[in-house]
Structure formats: C-alpha cells, structure tokens
C-alpha cells in the first residue's frame, strides 16, 4: 500500500493567491482528517470527514480556508485568499471508521510557504 | 526537516538506556489514547495505543503507561536507539477514534 498521498510537498506563494491542497486516502479508508501544524500552535485538526461527509469543521479557521471530498479517494483543501500566517505544514490523514477504536494514518505533509 | 515546536520539552538519553516520556492529558472524558513519533519531514507515525480500561500495554521495545486518577499517560522505549530520535506526541479522543486531540510533543534526542 502507498499510504496516504499528498501533493504538492512543498507550495511557495504570495500572499493573495489561491492555494489547493490534494489527499489520496489510503484505499478503503472511510474517514479522512485534515490538520495543521505549527511551531506555535502544534498541530491542530481543521476538518475530518466520515463517507466523504463533512463531520466536523470547527477546527477551519477562517471562511477562507474550505475542504472537499467529492468521493472516496480524494480531497482538497483550499485556502482562498492565502496571507503569510497561514505558513505551516498541512497534514493528511487517514482511518478506517468503525465502532471500535482506530488509528490515523498521515501523509508525508505539504510545506506551504506565503510570502 | 521540520521543526514542530521552538519551546518543545527535550529529553536527551543515551544510546541503550530506557527513555520515559511523560504526557498529561486534559480530558477526564477521553478513552482512546495514542502515542506518534514524528521524524523530521514526515508525517506522525503511529506507535501504540491504549484505552481507558487498561493501565498498560506493551508493544516491541515500548509500553504505554496510564493513569486515568491523575490523567497521566507515558511511553516508555527500552534500549533506545539512534533511530528513535524524534518528536512524540500522545493524542486522546472520546469518539470512538475520530476527533483527536494532540499534545505539544516531546523532542527525544538519542545521544551517542
């Protein structure tokens, strides 16, 4: 198995512009999560969804930042207008719900850079 | 590689002896608990977990300590490694294993 994917590892921009950030779940994996991470503030979960429904997003900071997954395999977290605090690394993650405890998954991360 | 935390506690142990890693949690409520290690530049890897109704698990090299009384939970590595330098992170949750909450991590440094 490849793990959970995450594309780009690394996203350099300037502030203003328009940032997409992409997940592979790993293969029969029904919940995926979202998180950033920090030297301040650690790492923090932004949204996770069970059956590519949006669970819950308490963690977004921002309206702009929003999170899609339009099916089983993939998601995307965007965050239009980027500002220079939004300069972390973003983590995938993934897990296979069930009634009974269960582990995530991470991805390698994306390294986003605003400047 | 990347840096997690500029004020992270460190422990530095030398190379064969036992490492205790020590995380306090907040939730009286949480039940499932997990243990990652992070290397630089790469995801959290996930370690070994426990839950509510046991005090100790053990897995190769490492045992996971918890005290619920006190809301204390440790992860102790047998004969540490150079390999096992990282950041270790304990996470809780009370949602059948969905919404976690992390700790600030420990850096462990593996001394020569």
């Known amino acids: 198995d490849a793990g959970v994917i995450q594309s780009p590892r690394h996203e350099v921009t300037e502030m203003g512009q328009e940032v997409t950030l992409r997940c592979k779940p790993i293969s029969g994996h029904n919940s995926l999560f979202w998180y950033r991470q920090t030297m301040m503030r650690g790492l923090e979960l932004l949204i996770y969804f069970n059956n590519n429904v949006p669970i819950d997003d308490s963690g977004m900071p921002e309206d702009r930042f929003s999170a899609k997954m339009p099916n089983a395999s993939f998601s995307t977290l965007k965050i239009q207008p980027s500002e220079p605090r939004d300069s972390a690394v973003y983590f995938c993650?993934?897990?296979?719900?069930?009634?009974?405890?269960?582990?995530?998954?991470f991805g390698p991360g994306t390294r986003l850079t605003v400047l | 590689g990347e840096s997690v935390g500029l004020h992270l506690p460190t422990l530095s142990v030398q190379e064969g002896d036992n490492s205790i890693i020590n995380c306090a949690y907040s939730?009286?409520?949480?039940?499932?608990f997990i243990w990652y290690k992070q290397e630089s530049g790469k995801g959290p890897q996930f370690i070994i977990d426990i839950r509510s109704n046991m005090d100790k698990r053990q897995g190769q090299r490492v045992t996971v300590l918890l005290n619920k009384t006190v809301k204390h939970l440790s992860l102790q590595i047998a004969a540490t490694q150079p390999g096992d330098s990282a950041v270790y992170f304990c996470a809780e949750n009370t949602d059948y294993g969905q919404n976690f909450v992390f700790g600030p991590g420990t850096r462990l440094s593996v001394l020569p």
């Open positions: 939730n009286s409520a949480s039940d499932y």
């Open positions: 993650a993934s897990s296979r719900r069930a009634l009974t405890y269960n582990e995530q998954f």
